[in-house]
């Protein structure tokens, strides 16, 4: 059974910085592209960041250019969320997600495997 497992969630001050993880649990997502989307409350899914199999292109959502980076370590079936100068609206739960192609993409059901989600708390 595939499994996508994230960690690195917490509660931070405006300004800070986090680091999210995503393990993936076969090597086999050495092909697959790979993406971070959140949930705030209330709200829909939407795509944050995505990065293809062979990690370039990198795709972000106008909301982080510019704050988070999104990459691949070393074994490749591991990707990160650099996450600096948050905001209380950045707030919400992070899911790492795959897809089975090694180009990446911003919809959410173009992505077949998903995390359970970690929670990304932003005080002011």
């Known amino acids: 059974q595939v499994q996508l497992v994230e960690s690195g969630g917490g509660l931070v001050q405006a300004g800070d910085s986090l680091r999210l993880s995503c393990a993936a649990s076969r090597r086999t997502f050495i092909n697959y592209a790979m993406a971070w989307f959140r949930q705030a409350p209330g709200k829909e899914r939407e795509f944050v960041a995505a990065?293809?199999?062979?990690?370039?292109?990198?795709y972000y959502a106008d909301s982080v250019k510019g704050r988070f980076t999104i990459s691949r370590g070393s074994a490749k079936n591991t990707v990160y969320l650099q996450m600096n100068s948050l905001k209380p609206e950045d707030t919400a739960v992070y899911y790492c997600?795959?897809?089975?192609?090694?180009?990446?993409?911003?919809?959410?059901?173009?992505?077949?495997?998903w995390g359970q989600g970690t929670q990304v708390t932003v005080s002011s």
């Open positions: 997600a795959a897809r089975p192609l090694p180009g990446a993409a911003q919809a959410s059901n173009d992505y077949d495997y």
């Open positions: 990065v293809s199999a062979k990690t370039i292109p990198t």
